[in-house]
């Protein structure tokens, strides 16, 4: 079961991401994505070792985002990779039974080449976004419903997204949302992450 919000972490942000990810769980994001990119492997692994049963506990998952070999050796429940992180029908050979492997797809070209084995796909970025400086060219909306009504899979939309584009993604084929500083940049991380499950529910 693909979740309609998953919170990615922002390093960045001024809040811990530690703090960030279990306000967004108390919010009631399925997913939190572990995203850090200069972090050092060990660092990471120690950060989502911890996190796990906390977010578990609060009713979200924690995907690891990226990193193979720290998603293997934590038995992590979900990892999601880009389109540079190495081959997804290989490293689904690696992953332990159950884990859930999403892909992040940039535009309708790479949509062609998604092998089985994974499980739902990262579609964006929607629009240029600060948390993320070296993204891909932004889709638009009608760039997601191109791609989300081609895919068999389910699609998670990404990139600029707040509350206010739960309608539009939904109307679009979109499965769901993934959010970062419509979460991590609010004063109220927890209130922002339930004003987007409700306008999801309401759209």
Known sequence: MIPCLCFITDAGAD????????????????WIQLRDKTMPDAEFAGLARQLMPVLRAEGAELVINDRVEVAIALNA????????DGNPAEIRKRLPPGCILGLSVENESQLAQVPEGVDYLGVGPLRATSSKPDHA?????????RIAGQSRLPCLAIGGLAARDAWAVKAAGGAG???VSAISRSADMTAATR????????A
């Open 15 to 30: 809040a811990p991401v530690a703090e960030q990810a279990i306000a967004a769980a108390r919010g009631g994001a399925g």
């Open 77 to 84: 429940p979900a990892l999601h990779i880009g389109q540079g």
């Open 137 to 145: 060219p932004p889709i638009g909306l009608d760039g997601f419903a």
């Open 177 to 179: 949302l993934a959010v």
């Open 195 to 202: 004003d987007i499950l409700k306008a999801w529910s309401d």
